[in-house]
């Protein structure tokens, strides 16, 4: 079952604007992380907010975290065209044993 | 650094093949998983194994069976290989607890013709 839903599908920028993702989800969890892949790759892991933080920053990235809303959002700062990538949000249930519950995706492509 | 390898990037296969899909992982993780990855529906977990020898169904297990002899290889097997399960397949690890991140291999491409 899909728990993390992103928005938006896709999303295009020129090089150096900021890139906003969110991700909504519909149960309560231990955390939720963002990853990111690049066309025909494995994910890579960008960072993990666990459910008692609100935002958390890592270089140009920076996610948000609203248990109340069931809504987080990962900000990408001066987007570069390596940027450029598909980026997935997955949440670590309750309960869910180390399970993760992906969403569909969202497709950034950064013109340079 | 955390290494996850498959055994093969792509691979072609017919229908009613045996497939064996390989993972092998070497930062002595508990965890193991097996997800297949489709245009529009984003990644969906097939098994996933906590243990040697234990194994658990995720959402989508039907067509598959899997198996975990030592702790580093997770292998994932099509019994009889169908179009419908053409399909990119990612392996991942992680430590045993909450809160870890899961490293992921580079995919393994397979088309069922």
């Known amino acids: 079952s899909q728990q993390g839903e992103e928005d938006p599908q896709a999303l295009s920028i020129q090089e150096g604007e900021n890139a906003t993702m969110n991700c909504s989800y519909k149960?309560?969890?231990?955390?939720l992380q963002w990853y990111r892949q690049n066309s025909g790759r494995g994910l890579v892991h960008l960072i993990l907010i666990r459910s008692n933080e609100r935002e958390k920053h890592s270089g140009r990235l920076r996610v948000t975290l609203d248990t109340s809303k069931k809504s987080s959002s990962l900000l990408i700062t001066a987007s570069r065209a390596a940027d450029t990538a598909s980026y997935f949000c997955?949440?670590?249930?309750?309960?869910?044993?180390?399970?993760?519950?992906f969403g569909k995706g969202i497709t950034l492509s950064v013109r340079p | 650094d955390v290494k996850v390898t498959q055994s093969s990037r792509y691979l072609v296969k017919r229908t009613g093949e045996k497939v064996f899909l390989e993972c092998v992982q070497d930062m002595d993780h508990e965890n193991m998983f097996w997800y297949r990855q489709d245009p529009g529906l984003g990644l969906r977990l097939i098994y996933f194994?906590?243990?040697?020898?234990?194994?658990e169904k995720g959402d989508i297990p039907e067509g598959y069976s899997v198996s975990r002899e030592k702790k580093e290889r997770f292998s994932l097997i099509l019994e009889s290989a169908s179009t419908n399960q053409t399909s990119m397949y990612l392996c991942a690890s992680n430590a045993q607890g909450v809160q870890y991140e899961q490293y992921f291999g580079p995919g393994t491409r397979l088309t069922v013709t």
């Open positions: 149960t309560s969890i231990n955390n």
């Open positions: 194994s906590y243990d040697v020898k234990m194994k």
């Open positions: 997955a949440t670590d249930a309750t309960g869910a044993n180390s399970k993760l519950t």
